[in-house]
């Protein structure tokens, strides 16, 4: 199964385009669209049920007049009501309007609380400003009918591209969307606006998606389950790599800790926890598999990475947010180490991102900040702060580091500097619980320690660290996570 396409609403024209070209015609596209909704319709209704549909001025609610004519096809009680006036439709949403022979009412006037099912197609991709007037009326009085709500391509009120809510959005039961999914279907909060999502194929074949560009998938194992790390019989524990997880001070040692039982979790063939000479003491009371060394800071690190078998380092977590963790970033990059950046080791480049850019030169890297951490990285750098895309921001932040970015939350993204990136939608509000963090760190290093690139080791951490603590629930804390990865990893390559 080939991963998961994401199309933005520029991207999806495109593909629309290009198949109108190779021969399909828009009215036989939207009919395709309709009729599918219409199928989506049909499950979520009785016979001779009550439908009514909210129809908007452009192709969208072109598709509202096709699903109309097509549930009054079926015995179906409809009423439509247009945003707008019949008059004023063009192009492929006028043709479908002609097919339907009842009447047109105002959509403000629409009755929506008599219905068995409402039919959203007041809005699509195209929606570029905050809903005011008729149209926020009736979202307005849709919401508050309590009727099921089924969506035409995405829940009217919501940014196609960023997910934000414009001003008032339709709160859908479920969406039957064309083709691909859009980041709306994903990105927070439009996903809670969405209910269950359905991709209906309408005949715009893969090739023509990919050939949009798009380059943004779903965070899920069909994008990099072939690429997983998998032992072979004569593997021994050094063809496995070697993660080493640098340690704070004497009070600040369980983070480290619980990064590099991760990394031991998921594969890493040895995992050591390089620590400064007041904490040993600590870290060897709470360590058996994990190798524990004696580093007193930058020199100390410089001096450990002699040995060419540790190829994978956890910088980081409790590890203090100072000038000495700026130079222990230093040193690993240009040991030419894979690395993972988390929590001091981002927050220490506070307003220095470019600094970051200059290092990253040297070594294939990922950081894993939250919104916070993200902010305070790039004070100063509008150009990555500003964009109201997650996508954007993200991207914007792993063409100027050169590293891959892991910007986390219940969306998180993953951005690779050379354009890709993907969303995860696996995760549960308990990973809310700290070291949760310094867990994925582990994960993502892990994994890098056996080969795999940066981009897919993130995604892949990303999503069995999300599988992992959804799989236990409530009650979960960090300490549960690297317990339950065997679990994940075992579902993944049986």
Known sequence: MPPELVLTPREMRQADAWTIESGLPGIELMRRAGHAVARAAAE???????????????????????????????????SLGLLGEVGRLAGDAALAAKDWKGAVEPVESLPFAEADLIVDALFGTGLARDLGGAARVAVERMNASGIPVLAVDLPSGLDGETGRVRGLAVKARRTVTFAARKPCHVLMPGRAFCGEVEVADIGIPRVTLEATGGRLFANAPPLWLDRLPKPGLDFHKYDRGHTLVVSGGATRT?????????????????????????????????????????????????????????????????????????????????????????ADALTSFEGLATELHQVFRHAPAVLTPHDGEFRRLFKG?????????????????????????????????????????????????????????????????????QGLPAFEAACAGVWIHAEAGASFGPGLIAEDLAELIPGVLRTLLR
């Open 44 to 78: 979520m209704l009785t016979k001779e049920a009550r439908v009514i549909v909210a129809a908007g001025p452009g192709q969208n609610g072109g598709d509202g007049f096709v699903v109309a004519t097509r549930l009054a096809g079926m015995g179906h009680r409809v």
């Open 254 to 342: 369980g983070a480290a800790r619980l990064a590099a039982r991760a990394a031991l979790r998921i594969g890493s063939g040895l995992v050591t926890v390089a620590s400064p000479p007041e904490a040993l003491g600590v870290n060897a009371a709470h360590l058996t598999a994990i190798m524990l060394r004696g580093c007193d800071g930058p020199e100390g690190l410089h001096q450990i990475l002699q040995d060419a078998r540790l190829n994978a380092l956890v910088l980081g977590p409790a590890l203090g947010a100072h000038s000495g963790t700026r130079a222990m970033v230093a040193v690993a990059a240009h040991a030419r180490r894979s690395l993972v950046l988390d």
């Open 381 to 449: 750098h509008p150009d990555i702060l500003d964009p109201e895309s997650k996508i954007e921001r993200a991207h914007r932040a792993a063409a100027y580091t050169g590293a891959v970015v892991v910007l986390k939350g219940p969306d998180t993204v993953i951005a690779a500097p050379d354009g890709r990136a993907a969303i995860n939608e696996n995760g549960t509000p308990y990973l809310g619980t700290a070291g949760s963090g310094d867990t994925l760190c582990g994960i993502v290093a892990g994994l890098m320690a």
